[in-house]
């Protein structure tokens, strides 16, 4: 993919009895991308995704860990834009596709990518890192810190009654084809992203990821169905899922599981959660990584029968402390100095005043006494509003150095909207 970011020298990475790293060519794709599944376990994937991903691979943004001529190591970034409080969409480089061969375990490999990478992020201008983690404990080394959550839940939709706003019933709901309601299904996203912090803005080539849709990884569900919301000849809404035909004695006992949802109001949400709790032959609706906020958990009847199950999402890093505090704003007047630690990335430790509103903020250096001292790893949770800085100050990971202080910061720092990760990368 394209980018607009600052390019940067092809130089091999070598040390003494480490095998060496190198920007990976077109030519090495295939080996490339066969280490990293070999390091999930090697099943192999379907040949759609597999072509997905060579398409969005940015190859300049994408290193490998060679042992001679085989490949050992493998890590890659995204050319991501991040909303982020305030609503602005800021550079993100989106780590992914990270691996180290077992064999090559416990050589310092992963810490010398990270590095690497972490490095170029910030010659590239990207004031952020995300990532999600296969194993969470793995990057907090880093100083990424967890900075979204997602709900998954398994609603009892027999038990579980849906109570809707007024004007639900004057959606128009109607089943599409997919692929032929892409490009409305993406206006539909594209309106949402800058109203919630952690949505990412999708770049050509990015929409395919919804209509991905091995059978293989059905386990016997339908293909993917698509369902629009309309009001007045508008699409408003629409949501992505498949239908899992079960049967016992008892009759029907089908299962929908979720894919997608986007609304732009509340009365079109509510419209596609009723429909997705009242589809025929079905007894279960199972949804996956959802905002920790989102309404239909406030209209339900009985939250205890939707199983519901919290897990981390979208993992935080902050390369330059200054610019991506500054790149955000407050909800409520801020000024406080940090005192930051960050031995992976010392150019951040330091005092930083920073000083903020609704309107913006500024972030620089300085000398003046510290108000709280924490970790860059700490920034990073909190970064987003969906983590409290007080909340981190209890667990004895923020310091109160000016009493007050991390109150004044935790109101400001908090989002009204939980930040939300929309989709994996």
Same mark, same amino acid.
């Given at each position: 993919?394209? $980018? ?56 300049? #943004? ?78 907090? #080394? ?48 594209? #309106? ?114 939707? !199983? ?23 909800? !409520? ?9 960050? !031995?992976?990335?010392?150019? $951040? ?55 007050? !202080? ?20």
């Amino acid at each position: 993919m394209a $980018n607009d970011s600052v390019s940067h020298p092809i130089r091999p990475d070598r040390q003494p009895g480490r095998p060496e790293l190198r920007v990976l060519r077109r030519d090495e794709w295939d080996i490339w991308y066969d280490t990293l599944i070999r390091a999930f376990g090697g099943v192999p994937e379907a040949a759609e995704e597999r072509e997905l991903w060579d398409s969005l691979t940015e190859l300049d #943004r994408s290193l490998g860990a060679w042992d001679g001529d085989t490949c050992v190591g493998t890590a890659g970034a995204f050319s991501f834009r991040l909303t982020v409080p305030g609503g602005a969409s800021v550079p993100a480089a989106g780590v992914t596709m990270v691996s180290v061969a077992a064999t090559h375990r416990r050589r310092g490999v992963l810490t010398s990518m990270m590095r690497r990478q972490l490095d170029d992020v910030r010659e590239w201008g990207s004031p952020l890192a995300v990532l999600t983690a296969s194993e969470p404990e793995i990057y907090g #080394r880093f100083g990424y810190g967890v900075g979204t959550f997602g709900v998954n839940a398994e609603i009892d939709t027999i038990r579980v009654r849906l109570s809707v706003p007024p004007g639900t019933d004057d959606v128009r709901l109607r089943y599409a084809v997919p692929a032929d309601v892409l490009d409305v299904c993406e206006a539909v996203y594209a #309106r949402k992203v800058s109203g919630r912090p952690g949505m990412l803005a999708r770049l050509p080539g990015w929409e395919r990821l919804g209509l991905l849709d091995p059978e293989s990884e059905r386990e016997g569900a339908s293909p993917l169905q698509c369902v629009l919301a309309e009001r007045d000849g508008e699409v408003v809404g629409y949501a992505r899922f498949h239908v899992k035909p079960d049967w016992d004695a008892g009759g029907p006992k089908g299962t929908v599981r979720l894919r997608d949802a986007q609304a732009l109001d509340p009365a079109a949400q509510a419209a596609l959660w009723r429909f997705l709790f009242g589809i025929d032959l079905t007894s279960t609706l199972k949804a996956y990584g959802r905002p920790v906020d989102e309404a239909w958990q406030y209209q339900v009847s009985d939250i205890r029968r939707c !199983a519901l199950r919290v897990r981390d999402s979208l993992h935080v890093r902050l390369v330059d402390v200054g610019a991506a505090l500054e790149a955000r704003t407050y909800q !409520a007047p801020v000024d406080v100095v940090l005192e930051v630690e960050d !031995a992976f990335c010392p150019w $951040n430790s330091g005092r930083w005043r920073l000083s903020g509103d609704a309107k913006g903020a500024s972030c620089e250096r300085t000398a003046d006494s510290a108000d709280l001292a924490l970790s860059v790893r700490e920034l990073g949770a909190a970064y987003l509003g969906g983590v409290s800085l007080g909340a981190l100050g209890g667990a004895g990971r923020v310091r109160e150095l000016r009493q007050g !202080a991390l109150a004044e910061a935790s109101v400001g720092f908090a989002s009204a909207v939980a930040p939300w990760l929309p989709h994996g990368f």
